[in-house]
T-cell receptor, first 112, second 117 residues
Framework: DAKTTQPPSMDCAEGRAANLPCNHS???????VYWYRQIHSQGPQYIIH???NNETNEMASLIITEDRKSSTLILPHATLRDTAVYYC?????????????FGGGTRVLVKP | EAGVVQSPRYKIIEKKQPVAFWCNPI?????LYWYRQNLGQGPELLIR????????DSQLPKDRFSAERLKGVDSTLKIQPAELGDSAVYLC???????????????FGPGTRLTVL
């Protein structure tokens, strides 16, 4: 699986959009980009995933560059409850299921 | 719907003692994962089960770690004997895999925080 690079931490103001970058320059054609987050003292939680098209759900939007070497997770209106570690993961899909290889993630602190 | 249940939530033991963690996955989920998460790092996969079969245990330290998933539902992860470096959070996750290529969301439990003294 391709490796990802994320900033170790970032702050965001409550109510503003949070843009979380992720570099995955060695991503291959059949690998997806996944985002999970982990709130303190909880297990990771799935947010969104995509292959090459931009994706949006009730939690966030995922913007993938045309060359697929980087992506941005957007939390449109950050709340205090969005304070968490956000993990960007690149992995292929297979009949055996998805293997998630977590990196260090980005620690996001939403401030009032 | 109940999520992934793990117990205990916290465990403190002395080194060289045995310890066991229990996981009850979401009902109907055929795939179960055990991860270890060291402080300040992301989770690392230890073992993955498809029903009762361990299909990926390449990262499981087999000299002291063992796992089982009898009847393809609940699972137990054991460490014997525990070492100081085993202090970590042990996470269980489950997913419903349909046997074809496609996305299978992993649902995580709250984890068991192990402290080895």
């Amino acid at each position: 699986d391709a490796k990802t690079t994320q900033p170790p931490s970032m702050d965001c103001a409550e109510g503003r959009a949070a843009n979380l970058p992720c570099n995955h320059s060695t991503i291959s054609g059949n690998e997806y980009v996944y985002w999970y987050r982990q709130i303190h003292s909880q297990g990771p939680q799935y947010i969104i995933h995509g292959l090459k098209n931009n994706e949006t759900n009730e939690m966030a939007s995922l913007i993938i560059t045309e060359d697929r070497k980087s992506s941005t997770l957007i939390l449109p209106h950050a709340t205090l409850r969005d304070t968490a570690v956000y993990y960007c993961i690149v992995s292929g899909q297979s009949a055996a299921g998805n293997k998630l290889t977590f990196g260090g993630g980005t620690r996001v602190l939403v401030k009032p | 719907e109940a999520g992934v249940v793990q117990s205990p939530r916290y465990k403190i033991i002395e080194k060289k003692q045995p310890v066991a963690f229990w996981c009850n996955p979401i009902s109907g989920h055929n795939t179960l994962y055990w991860y270890r998460q060291n402080l300040g790092q992301g989770p690392e996969l230890l073992i993955r089960y498809e029903n009762e079969e361990a299909v990926d245990d390449s990262q499981l330290p087999k000299d002291r770690f063992s796992a089982e998933r009898l009847k393809g539902v609940d699972s137990t992860l054991k460490i014997q004997p525990a070492e100081l470096g085993d202090s970590a959070v042990y996470l269980c996750a489950s997913s419903l895999d349909h046997g074809t290529s496609g996305f299978n969301e992993q649902f995580f439990g709250p984890g068991t925080r192990l402290t080895v003294l």
